[in-house]
Nanobody, 122 residues
Framework: QVQLVESGGGLVQAGGSLRLSCAASGRTFSTYAMGWFRQAPGKEREFVAT????????YYADFVKGRSTISRDNAKNTVFLQMNSLKPEDTAVYYCAQGGVPATSTLGYDYWGQGTQVTVSS
């Protein structure tokens, strides 16, 4: 059974930083791409960042470029999202997801975590 467990969310002031983690289990982590998405109240889930199996390919949504870094540690079966210069509009539940190849669509992923809340105060 595949499980993805996010952690690291919380309340932070605008301009602050958070590092989200997603621990995966249930299948060989290094053979799957990983992605981060977010969903704000009343809005659709949107793509944030994706990383390939080896970490050699990375792609970001425009709204996080230059402010966030996705990375992975295949030895620890974990993917990270370092978020800096946070803004109130970054407030959302952040989800990690696992799929065959890096993708910007939710359809590209077959397993999802339960999400971690990120709240940015102004």
């Amino acid at each position: 059974q595949v499980q993805l467990v996010e952690s690291g969310g919380g309340l932070v002031q605008a301009g602050g930083s958070l590092r989200l983690s997603c621990a995966a289990s249930g299948r060989t982590f290094s053979t799957y791409a990983m992605g981060w998405f977010r969903q704000a109240p009343g809005k659709e889930r949107e793509f944030v960042a994706t990383i390939s199996r080896s970490g050699g390919y990375i792609y970001y949504a425009d709204f996080v470029k230059g402010r966030s870094t996705i990375s992975r540690d295949n030895a620890k079966n974990t993917v990270f999202l370092q978020m800096n210069s946070l803004k109130p509009e970054d407030t959302a539940v952040y989800y990690c997801a696992q799929g065959g190849v890096p993708a910007t669509s939710t359809l590209g992923y077959d397993y999802w975590g339960q999400g971690t809340q990120v709240t940015v105060s102004s």
